[in-house]
């Protein structure tokens, strides 16, 4: 789409289409046609449309438009090295042992900062406003990856807001002397405790001693739990009864829950229930889980038989709070993605089937905005509303179908009112880090 944005930054984006969940109906799938109006980089009005100034009106034509984007769950540290290390066999251990030998290989401050610089380069250019982003904690890497983060903070500040969890592994949590020097650098760090387990026999004991951890320390907790197609996985369960029993008053947001989806009716309805009564917070993952889970190459030949992730329908009409989000970029985790909070959309959709009923479907464009702002706490809060900033994006396509049956590519990125440059950084930046030209 082809639109100009008035240089003093004074304007109305007239006959724009916007979902009502967006500004002040969560719960609406419906979209309202109205005129916004933009001054000195704050939306400072939305009326009806046809109702605001003509004189300085730029027409969308029915074009949507969404507040910029809010990515959960992300991996800045493993971004990209794809190139040099690659998945070996396309399974969650395959990645696993992969990202080890890189990271001990090559994860020098200088090289996480120039892999982490180029992925928020493509995340701004794509729309996204705000990022929470797991880090490797295995040491001395939490020596090593902090410092980088704390930097590249401050360098985007204004531009992405960045939160950071500290990923440790389930013997680190049951180690009390990592465990804390681990939470311990994360705090200062504004960081939040995050870890990752599935089927584990001391799930129970790994939850309780992280949730005291973080309740002795102020810290949030954002964990991986189930990343598995083991249906005697019992991470999210754990961490809903470690809160419950401790009375953990902090966030709580765990990722994945993959094995929801194959343990029986009985088993998945206690879960839900105890993570609703919990307050733990859900954040899937579609384009991941679907590309490691259920991934057995050991025949030789073999299609999967399911699409990897959680029960997030049920978990919403729980009254779970719940979002959906990137995770890994061109690592041996995922072999694509680009941290563009649309191709979430527009994947979750196909993928965990929230476009139907068709009323509602625009109901969750807050899962790639305003919920997981609310779950993080984010200073973003992902509205269009009057006061907010005029961080949007605008879109040609005029109905849901028109918005999912393209990436969009075309789309114009506003950020406090003003067009931003788009242009995605080339891979090329990489080569050297990667040892290799293609």
């Known amino acids: 789409m082809a639109i100009t944005i008035p240089a003093d930054g004074h304007y109305v984006l ?12 969560a719960a609406s799938g419906a979209l309202a046609r109205v005129d916004i109006t ?10 009806p449309a046809g109702t605001a100034p003509a004189s300085t ?22 971004g990209h090295i794809w190139p040099r290390k690659q998945n070996p066999d396309g399974t969650w251990l395959g990645a696993l042992m992969a990202v080890l030998d890189d990271r ?82 994360a705090k200062p760090a504004g960081g939040i405790l995050g870890g990752s387990t599935a089927v584990h026999p001391e799930n129970r004991t790994i939850m309780r001693r992280l949730v005291e951890m973080a309740g002795e320390l102020g810290l949030d907790i954002d964990l991986h739990t189930d990343e598995s197609p083991d249906p005697a ?25 993959c094995s929801l989806a194959v343990q029986s009716d009985g088993v998945a309805k206690r879960v839900i229930d105890k ?7 859900v954040v899937s993952l579609p384009m991941c889980n679907m590309y490691l889970q259920d991934r057995d190459n050991t025949s030789g030949i073999r299609t999967p038989r399911w699409r990897g992730v959680t029960l997030l329908n049920e978990l919403k009409a729980a009254g779970v709070p719940v979002a959906i989000a990137s995770d890994n970029t061109r690592d ?77 590519s075309d789309r114009i990125v506003l950020r406090s009112g003003m067009a931003i440059d788009t242009t995605l950084p080339d891979y090329r930046e990489l080569d050297d880090l990667m040892g290799q030209r293609l």
Not at 38 to 47: E, H, L, Q
């Open 14 to 25: 007239a006959n724009a289409s916007v979902p009502e969940s967006v500004m002040d109906n």
């Open 38 to 47: 933009v001054a000195d980089g704050i939306v400072t009005a939305i009326s």
């Open 57 to 78: 009106a730029i027409d969308l034509d029915g074009g949507i438009v969404l507040p910029a984007f809010v990515d959960l769950h992300t991996h800045l540290d493993k």
């Open 104 to 185: 001990s290989a090559n994860w020098a401050a200088a090289d996480v900062e120039r892999r982490m610089d180029f992925s928020l380069r493509c995340a701004y250019a794509h729309g996204t406003a705000a990022i929470r982003t797991h880090l490797d904690m295995a040491p001395p890497q939490h020596e090593i990856t902090w410092d980088v983060f704390e930097a590249m903070r401050e360098r985007w500040a204004g531009r992405v807001e960045l939160q950071a969890a500290g990923l440790m592994g389930p013997d680190t949590i049951l180690d009390p002397a990592a465990l804390r020097a681990i939470a311990t650098r």
């Open 233 to 257: 996985a019992n991470a999210l369960e754990s961490l809903a009864e470690a809160v419950i029993e401790t009375g953990f008053t902090g966030k709580v947001t765990a990722g994945h829950c």
């Open 275 to 281: 993570v609703a009564r919990a307050g733990v917070a």
């Open 332 to 408: 041996p985790f995922y072999a694509y993605g680009d941290l563009d909070g649309f191709e979430v959309l527009r994947e979750g959709a196909r993928i965990l089937h929230f476009d139907h009923p068709q009323a509602d479907a625009f109901a969750w464009a807050r899962a790639v905005g305003a919920d997981p702002a609310a779950i993080a706490g984010f200073g973003y809060t992902a509205t269009i509303t009057a006061g907010a900033p005029a961080d949007l994006v605008l879109f040609g396509a005029r109905t849901w179908t028109e918005l999912m049956s393209r990436p969009q």
